[in-house]
Structures are given as structure tokens and as C-alpha cells.
């Protein structure tokens, strides 16, 4: 108790110095914190609406399917999908088929691959659906209905409400036609989706290529994307009954994506160590300076009997304490950065006109902050750390101190 | 006179300077690394999204740019038209023809794009000899040798070795079709390429189109990237119209975005590093004129008006920044030198990832830029001063019977 | 009053017309346009063909030699050029192959190459396929009859896989042959015509021994297939229309 006692007198006895050391450190605590919780914030929106499109969290597939995506490797839907969906945790369950093919119109012709869903259901998950009206979407699972992408519409030189047919490989060995029309336009703005995009009700697509009630992908969609640990083992076991089929994780099926995210993770890692190391570095400058001007008082002191230990173990207390409360200091700033930034975020439409692209899932215009606790202590702590660290060579000066010459010191 | 004086007194106090001289030598020399790491994933970006297919510059007929149509052809003798060779910068430029069509060995067909090139000519642009796996890159007279992408090469389950059927339209109605031999095996990382590209000989793809003598394009690689604009703007006026220039920004506008924001980040870190440590310097700065207060007393009352007082702390903190300076960007260069020369290896950690057109590869390393280490050494310079002036004016606002009293 | 009498008087003239006993108009009708795209096959048949293309880019002539049984079965090999002798075609219900003598393989035409045109004429592969069944996919009205001709409107039937609006067909009365086909989009813009025309004996029937296909939306492009030597009524069986058949020369 004394010692903290002491330990706080001592770092304010020259406020000026411990007022800038302690702005410095907070400083980037703050930066560091914000900036991370920003990144975070926009990665966990991009995996979602990720997931929502592709994969899910959590998808099941034929063995070989996701390397080959070989058309014939589906599997049957049997009693999985409701018992994956009545799992705690789990929002929803998307079966889809994938199915390549010819699109053609009185004019032009295309090679598509043509997704099969159940309407009622990806309506409610997936984003391109999401944005599209009500009388634009897909009526049933077996209409004639189709959502395609705006360019591929104009590609096939047909508009909305209009004809097409398409044309694929049945597991008969022929190839079937079926009559399509355009019953939805969808207009994401990313090249891939517009270009390619074409969804029917999941039987439809089945009567195409003889897969009635079969699926390439189950896509799990959680209530939220951290739930994934809880919830992978419980669908694994689901599916350990059923050989030829297995679950993996939306980083398994999306590699693109997870590894996008992985590589500025890592960056910004870099970039933090970097900051994290001149601020140690200013600590440790600050530290030696306090110790160098007390050189005689610290000459007294072990005169009068004080022990090398305990000056170390005093300025390391110092130390300490500086670390601490810079922490703090850093954090409050830090969480109200981070509640600016989740609150109002910052609006890229002032700076970008196109959609940003990154690993396939388009940008939002307005990045927002989420909150990643876990991280920001990790922080504090590694700052009261370093603080310490930073002490080490102070103190063990401070130790050094033969008391006479200290005190001859000037 | 002054200035003598300024290094004096730095010398005088060696610890602290050397100590406050750390400080500035560690941000300066790191935050060139981190430029340098910053400009070599750049670098990979724009190296992988050009260097993999389209080169630097592509020259085309612009209905061909436009609409790939087969029949927008060039006399393949533009490869070596005036303007073209008298551009200075040019690395290499590559003659191709392109046609859209099928692949196929035993029961399996799979759709191919089928780039025919003169592989000398080819290297010198685009690198994908660089990412052959397995066999090896087309020789200069194999007619009737390909290289195709690792997806490609799995769907149709092809070694090197193997013989496939190419099959198209030609551009005199009728099929052309004929055996190719897989020389080679190439794995990008982009899906797009791997999945669909084929690298053949330029004259059979041009006996097989009925195309003979013509080309669809000129792919061009320049000595800088950045450059490569404003030369497709100069090479466009030169040039006849039937024949269009376009740079990569123009080819893959996402890229320009991409960059954009590289930018404004890398400037970001910039300043938040610099921040921290003139924040970090402050203190020392302080220290140093508070510790000579009376000394500042003595020369005042000797003469010294507040305003040489205030010149003489300010040319201490900017010799400490020029020597900073120095070594930071000399530990700098090092530091870089090591991270371009040997980089750090993610790949057991992150596979290739592509984004805007380009591909990132798995590996760390730096690249060399005058930008990164101007940036940093002006910044040091201009932070030294600022974080010595409230120090020099705190110096010259003493009074000096008040300093001189002070112990 | 006397619109009432001019539709009965069609009514009448159509029933007179066909040999076989009353059957309602809408299934007359898909009778005649079965016979009408039947006309070249017969239960079977053979033919020498020359086939002319002429496009913005190329101006081509091939001669070929064609085989067909039923609906099911087509095969047909080019002769002439002798760039591309060899090159053949085999159809077997609604699957397609092609043979390439200069590398000799035989490939399969997947999906995504139906749409694709054949041998680089205005036909598609997927039109060999699926014009033999124009009598399925359709419901038949008669637009308008003079001495001459028959004006019949061919709509599709609600979920037919077919990508017209709407087929018109030109039928000359004496003899009965196709005289002009109309294909049309969803919004009644014609964008295909096909014209017969040079109409002969050939052993028990008359027949046009030659069809062009005018791509409207590309007025200097035709594609004109002429008959030469047409004969029915062979002996076919499914499987000459083999792979092995196919790589024959």
C-alpha cells in the first residue's frame, strides 16, 4: 500500500513529463483499439453477408463436391435439414442446388450455372434477395420463376417478365429443357453476380437435372457468426451417420474470403507492433529520465539503508502504475472512439463511387466499429506489460547506484 | 556559431541524446520497413493482376476491347510499329490471338480460352512461366504444345504429356479443331486463369482460326507500372485509330480503387506512428531545456536574446532529427533489403487470396520506393521540430535572473 | 352474318382439302405441320446436300451427305470441302456428337454448346434437336387461306420449352409445301425466316429441294441447304446410326 502510496507521488511529481508520457501511450492505445474494433466491425458484416450468399457458416456437401464441383455429387435431403434447423443457435437451413447449363433466348445463348433454392426461406437469408420487392421474387419451389442478374438479362437480350429456356444434363444422360421466365432482376453492383446470376425454386431446378429432393449444399445461416463453435460440433455429429456426406466450416468453403480477411489481419498486426514498440521504447526513454534526475535521492535512500530490491521494485511499481493508468486512460478513449464509429461509422460514398469488392463479397458504403472485447483487454494488458518490460532497464540502473557517488550527483 | 553550440550541448548529455536519438531511429528505420512491406504487398496486387494475363498496357482494335469480337483483328506487324519500339520504357511486347473454345479427352469437354502467343515475346510481359508446377513453359517452335491452368488440367485429368482435342469456330465458318500436346502446368492462384486459360503457339492458333498474319492484341509490360498511363496516353496519339491503347487502371478499374485506398491507409499509418512518437520525443525534449534552465539563465544575462535562445533549442532537435534521420534510413535499408531479399513466409498459415483482379501470394516482403523513405525522413524532420518548439519557447521565455537562481 | 358464313366456308374448304375424315381444325392442323417438318425425313431417308452460308465474315459451301429415321435419328457427314471431309454429325434423340477426322475423336456436344451454331451456319445444334418437335410444342389456329396458300399461327403451349413468341407457317395448298416459316420473339418481332422454295417429285411426294434461313436482324446473312438426290423410304435401322457409323468415311 505504501508503495503504491509512494509509487503515485513519485509520477507526479513532474506532471508535465508523466501528463506526456501517459497522452502518448493512451493515445495509441486508443488508436490501435479503434482501428481494430473498425476492422472488426466491417469484417464481421462482409462474412455475413458472405455466408448469407454462399456457403452459410456451417455447410454440409457431398464428400469431393467443394474441390470438383462435380454436378452429379449430391446428396439426399432425408430428415438432416429440420434437424440441423431445430439445433440452438441456428437461424436457418438453405438446401440449393447447382446446376450448369445453357440459357437461351429467341436471340442469344449463354452458359449459366443455375442455383435451386427454396424461396420462402433464402428470401429471408440472402442479401440479393433481400433487396429485391415482393412481387419480383420467386413464387414457389416449382414456378417457372427466375431471378436473374441484370447482364445476364441484357446479355440474353430479354427483359423482365419474358421467356427463356434452359438447357442442361439430366442424370438420364439426355439433355432436358425447361421454360423459364424472368420474374426478378437483380442489381448487386459486383460483375460476378450481375453476369452469372440465375435462381429458380429447387424443384424446378430438379425436373432439369433428375436430382428431385436431392442438394449440393445444406448452408447453415446462425443467429450470430460467433456461435460457430458451439454449434459445428453439434451438426457434425448430425452428419456422422451419413458417410458420403461431411461439414465444414464457411473458412473451409469460402477460402477466398477467410483468407482475405487472415492477411490484413495480419498487416494490421504488423503495423500495431510496430506502434506498440516506439511507445515502449518513449516509456522506457521516460523511465530513464525520471531515475537519472533522482540519482541523488536514490543515493540517500540506499545510504539510509533501502535495498537495491526495493528501489528496483519501486520504480517497477512506478511503472506499473504509469502502465495502468495510461491503459485506462487509452481504453476510455478507445471505447469512445470505437462507440462513435459504431454509432455514426464512416460513409466511403463521399470517397468511392463504385462498389468496393474485396475477397467476393461487396464493400457496405459505411463502415461501422463492433465491439471486440476479448481484443481491446488483450491490449491493456500487453500494455501494462510492456510498461514493465520498458521499467526493466531503469530499474536495474537504479539498482546499480553506489550511494556515494549518487549523491555527489548533481 | 549557434549551431556549434546546438551540437555541443547534445554531446554533452550522451545518454540522453543517444537514448532520444534511439527513439527517433527506431520509428524512422520501422516505419520504412512497414512502408516497404506495404508497397511489396502493392506491389504483389498489381504484379498478379497484370503480370498474369494482361500485362501493363494492352493495344487492341477498339471493337475488340469493347466486345472481344473474333474478327477485330491487327496485322500482327503493329507489334513492331514505330511508336511501339521507340517507346523507351518498354520491357517487351507480345503479338496474341484469343479464341473461346472447347477442351476435350475422352467423354469430358470443358470450355477453354486459348491465348495464342510466341512464348520469347510472351515471358517478357506477363510471368506466368513463373508459376509453371509441373513440366515446363512453352518452347520457342513447339506448334503444337499448350500449357494449361491447374483446374483446367484436374477436370480433364491431364499430366504433362497427355493429348487434348481443342475445338472452335474458325473464322471461315468452318470447325477448326486439331490434337494439342500439355507441355506444362500452371497454377496462379486465380481461379479465373487456372480454371480456363490455355497458353498456345501463336502461328497454329492462327492456322487454325483461318487468321493468318492477324492478331487480337499487343500486351506490353513497362519498367513502372505507374507510369504505364500516361504512356498509353502518348502511344494513343501516335498511333491509327484502328488501334487503341488501354492501361491496366483502365482495364481493371477495380484495381485503381484498391490502390486508392492503399493510399489513404499507408498515409493513415503515417501519421499515427509519427504521433506516437513525437509524443514519445516531447518529454526528452522538455527534459533537456528544463534540466539547462539555468544555464539558459547565464547566457541570457550574457547577451543571448530569446530569440537565438529559441533558434539554439530548435537546432538542437533538428540536429538530433538529421542524425536520426541518417541512421534511421541507412537500419531502414537494411531492414528492407533483408525483407525483399529473403521476406517472411505465410504460406503454411494463408493461401493466395484475390481480390479487385489481382492476387496476393502468401509471402511478406518489401520493395524499394524513394516515397518510403522520403516520406519518413521528412516527417521525422518536421515532428523533431514540432516537438521542439514548445520546449524553445518555454527556453526563451525564461527570465533570466530567475533561471540563474535555479539549481 | 357474312362473317359467319366466309368461317365456315374455311371450315369447309379445310376439311375438303384433307384426305381424312373430319377431325377437329386444331388437330388437322398439327397433322400438317408434323408433315411439313417431316418432309425431308420421311420414316426414313437419304440425301446428298449443299449447304451455302454466307455471313458478314465468311461465304462458305459444304457438301454433305445426310441419313435420318424417324425423329430420333440423323446423321449427316460433309463431303465437300476437303478441309472438312469427314467432319460428321450424329444426332440420337437429344443427344448430339461430332466426329473430327483430322485429329479422329469423336466428341460430345454438352449443353452449353447447343446454343452454339452448326458446322457455322445459321442453324443451331439445338435446332436439330428440337425442330423435329414443333407439332408437340404448339397450338395451331389458321390465320388465313386463299386459293393458294394456308397462313397458319403456331403459338407455344403453355410451359413448352421453346424460346419463340410465336411460328407462322406459309403452306402452299397444290402442292402441299412449306412456303415460308416466320419465327418470332415473345414481342411479336420477327427475327428468323426460313424460304422454300425449287419444289420437285421426289418418289411418292413433292418436296422443296431448297430451304434458306434469313436471319432478319442481319440482312446480308442467309443460309441456303438444297437437296440433291432425295430418297425415302430406305432400309434403316437405329443402329446405323451408331458412334462406329459416325467415324465411317
Keep these: ?181 424472368v420474374r426478378g432482376v437483380v442489381d448487386s453492383g459486383i460483375k460476378d453476380v450481375d453476369n452469372s446470376l440465375i435462381m429458380v425454386g429447387r424443384q424446378r431446378a430438379a425436373l432439369l437435372s433428375g436430382q428431385a429432393g436431392e442438394m449440393h449444399e445444406l448452408a447453415v445461416i446462425l443467429e450470430t457468426a460467433n456461435l460457430d463453435q458451439k454449434v459445428f460440433p453439434a451438426v457434425a455429429q448430425l452428419v456422422m451417420d451419413r458417410p458420403e456426406i461431411t461439414a465444414v466450416s464457411w473458412e473451409t468453403a469460402m477460402p477466398n474470403l477467410a483468407n482475405a480477411i487472415k492477411l490484413d489481419y495480419a498487416s494490421q498486426k504488423f503495423i500495431f507492433l510496430i506502434i506498440l514498440a516506439i511507445v515502449t521504447i518513449g516509456v522506457v526513454n521516460t523511465l530513464l529520465m525520471s531515475v537519472m534526475e533522482r540519482m541523488r535521492e536514490f543515493g540517500v535512500i540506499l545510504a539510509l539503508g533501502s535495498t537495491p530490491a526495493r528501489l528496483r521494485a519501486n520504480i517497477l511499481v512506478e511503472a506499473g502504475l504509469l502502465g495502468l493508468l495510461a491503459a485506462l486512460l487509452g481504453t476510455l478513449l478507445g471505447c469512445l472512439a470505437t462507440w462513435y464509429l459504431w454509432a455514426v461509422g464512416i460513409n466511403l460514398e463521399t470517397f468511392v463511387s463504385e462498389n468496393l469488392e474485396f475477397g467476393g463479397v461487396v464493400f457496405e458504403p459505411v463502415l461501422r466499429a463492433a465491439w471486440d472485447i476479448d481484443w481491446m483487454v488483450k491490449i491493456v494488458v500487453y500494455v501494462v506489460g510492456l510498461t514493465l518490460v520498458a521499467a526493466l532497464y531503469p530499474a536495474v540502473k537504479a539498482g546499480r547506484i553506489a550511494p556515494v557517488e549518487a549523491m555527489r550527483h548533481h | 556559431m549557434l549551431f556549434s553550440l546546438a551540437s555541443r550541448n547534445l554531446w554533452r548529455n550522451r545518454r540522453r541524446t543517444l537514448l532520444t536519438l534511439m527513439a527517433m531511429v527506431v520509428s524512422a528505420s520501422l516505419l520504412i520497413l512497414a512502408l516497404g512491406v506495404f508497397s511489396g504487398m502493392f506491389e504483389d496486387m498489381l504484379a498478379s493482376a497484370t503480370e498474369q494475363y494482361h500485362g501493363h498496357m494492352v493495344l487492341a482494335h477498339p471493337e475488340y476491347h469493347k466486345r472481344r469480337d473474333l474478327f477485330a483483328t491487327l496485322s500482327e506487324t503493329i507489334v513492331d510499329a514505330g511508336p511501339l519500339r521507340e517507346t523507351a520504357d518498354m520491357i517487351g511486347r507480345s503479338p496474341r490471338l484469343r479464341s473461346f473454345g472447347l477442351l476435350s479427352r475422352g467423354e469430358q469437354t470443358q470450355p477453354a480460352e486459348v491465348l495464342g502467343v510466341r512464348p520469347d515475346r510472351e515471358r517478357r510481359v506477363t510471368a506466368l512461366h513463373e508459376s509453371i508446377i509441373r513440366g515446363e513453359y512453352l518452347k520457342a517452335d513447339d506448334s503444337h504444345g499448350i500449357v494449361i491452368g491447374e483446374g483446367l488440367a484436374r477436370k480433364l485429368e491431364l499430366e504433362p504429356g497427355s493429348e487434348v482435342v481443342f475445338v472452335t469456330q474458325a473464322a471461315d465458318g468452318s470447325i477448326g479443331n486439331d490434337l494439342l500436346y500439355v507441355r506444362g502446368i500452371f497454377a496462379t492462384g486465380d481461379s479465373r486463369n487456372d480454371n480456363r486459360l490455355v497458353l498456345a503457339a501463336l502461328p497454329w492458333l492462327q492456322k487454325v482460326l483461318v487468321l493468318p498474319g492477324q492478331i487480337h492484341e499487343v500486351a506490353m509490360a513497362v519498367k513502372d507500372p505507374m507510369q504505364a498511363e500516361a504512356v498509353a496516353a502518348g502511344l494513343n496519339q501516335r498511333l491509327p485509330s484502328s488501334a487503341l491503347v488501354l492501361d491496366w487502371g483502365e482495364l481493371l478499374p477495380e484495381m485503381r480503387e484498391v490502390i486508392a485506398s492503399y493510399d489513404v491507409s499507408r498515409m493513415i499509418v503515417v501519421v499515427i506512428l509519427y504521433l506516437a512518437t513525437g509524443l514519445g520525443i516531447l518529454n526528452t525534449f522538455f527534459m533537456s531545456v528544463m534540466e539547462r534552465t539555468r544555464e539558459f539563465g547565464i547566457l541570457m544575462a550574457q547577451g543571448l536574446r530569446p530569440w537565438a535562445v529559441r533558434r539554439l533549442v530548435l537546432l538542437e532537435t533538428l540536429l538530433m532529427g538529421g542524425i536520426a534521420l541518417l541512421i534511421g534510413v541507412v537500419l531502414g535499408a537494411l531492414m528492407t533489403l533483408f525483407m525483399a531479399t529473403v521476406g517472411i513466409d505465410l504460406s503454411g498459415y494463408i493461401t493466395p487470396v484475390t481480390y479487385a483482379g489481382g492476387t496476393i501470394l502468401p509471402r511478406l516482403h518489401a520493395v524499394f520506393a524513394l516515397d518510403n523513405f522520403t516520406v519518413p525522413s521528412l516527417m521525422l524532420l518536421v515532428v523533431s521540430l514540432a516537438a521542439g518548439f514548445f520546449p524553445a519557447n518555454r527556453a526563451a521565455r525564461l527570465d533570466p535572473v530567475a533561471a540563474i537562481r535555479e539549481e | 352474318m357474312k362473317f359467319t358464313a366466309v368461317l365456315i366456308l374455311i371450315l369447309c374448304s379445310l376439311w375438303a382439302a384433307l384426305p381424312s375424315p373430319a377431325r377437329t381444325a386444331d388437330l388437322d392442323l398439327q397433322t400438317l405441320i408434323k408433315d411439313v417438318e417431316q418432309q425431308y425425313r420421311g420414316r426414313s431417308s437419304h440425301a446428298e446436300t449443299v449447304m451455302r452460308v454466307k455471313t458478314a465474315h465468311w461465304d462458305r459451301t459444304l457438301e454433305m451427305e445426310a441419313w435420318s429415321l424417324d425423329r430420333a435419328y440423323y446423321l449427316i457427314q460433309i463431303l465437300e470441302p476437303p478441309k472438312e471431309r469427314g467432319v460428321a454429325t450424329l444426332k440420337r434423340d437429344r443427344q448430339i456428337w461430332n466426329y473430327l477426322p483430322k485429329v479422329d475423336r469423336v466428341i460430345k456436344v454438352p449443353p452449353s454448346m447447343m446454343g452454339g451454331s452448326w458446322m457455322g451456319s445459321h442453324i443451331t445444334n439445338d435446332d436439330l434437336v428440337k425442330a423435329s418437335h414443333v407439332d408437340e410444342d404448339y397450338t395451331f389456329a389458321l390465320l388465313e387461306e386463299t386459293d393458294v396458300f394456308y397462313l397458319i399461327e403456331c403459338l407455344p403451349r403453355e410451359n413448352a420449352a421453346v424460346v419463340w413468341g410465336k411460328i407462322i407457317y406459309k403452306i402452299g395448298k397444290q402442292p402441299r409445301v412449306p412456303l415460308e416459316i416466320d419465327y418470332f420473339d415473345e414481342s411479336m418481332v420477327r427475327v428468323r425466316q426460313i424460304v422454300f422454295d425449287k419444289v420437285q417429285p421426289v418418289g411418292d411426294r413433292v418436296v422443296p429441294l431448297r430451304m434458306t434461313v434469313l436471319p432478319l436482324e442481319k440482312p446480308n446473312e442467309r443460309t441456303v441447304f438444297e437437296y440433291r438426290n432425295l430418297e425415302f423410304g430406305l432400309d434403316l435401322e437405329a443402329n446405323f446410326f451408331s458412334l462406329r457409323r459416325l467415324k465411317q468415311r
Design chain 1, 1 to 181: 500500500m505504501d508503495a503504491l502510496r509512494l509509487a503515485w507521488k513519485n509520477l507526479w511529481r513532474n506532471r508535465r513529463r508523466t501528463l506526456i508520457t501517459l497522452s502518448a501511450v493512451a493515445f495509441s492505445i486508443m488508436l490501435v483499439q479503434a482501428f481494430h474494433n473498425l476492422s472488426f466491425g466491417v469484417y464481421e458484416r462482409m462474412v455475413d453477408s458472405g455466408v448469407r450468399a454462399g456457403s452459410g457458416h456451417i455447410a454440409v456437401y457431398r464428400e469431393g463436391y467443394l474441390d470438383s464441383r462435380d454436378e452429379t455429387l449430391v446428396f439426399k435431403a432425408g430428415s438432416l435439414p429440420e434437424n440441423i434447423r431445430t439445433l440452438p443457435g441456428v437461424a436457418e437451413v438453405l438446401p440449393r442446388l447447382y446446376i450448369p447449363g445453357l440459357a437461351q433466348s429467341s436471340r442469344e445463348s449463354r452458359g449459366i450455372l443455375l442455383i435451386g433454392v427454396d424461396p420462402e426461406r433464402e428470401r429471408r437469408i440472402n442479401p440479393f434477395l433481400a433487396a429485391l420487392p415482393d412481387e419480383q421474387m420467386l413464387r414457389s419451389s416449382s414456378a417457372r420463376d427466375a431471378v436473374i442478374g441484370r447482364r445476364l438479362m441484357e446479355e440474353l437480350q430479354i427483359g423482365p417478365g419474358q421467356k427463356f429456356v434452359v438447357t442442361a444434363q439430366h442424370t438420364d444422360g439426355t439433355l432436358h429443357a425447361e421454360l423459364l421466365r
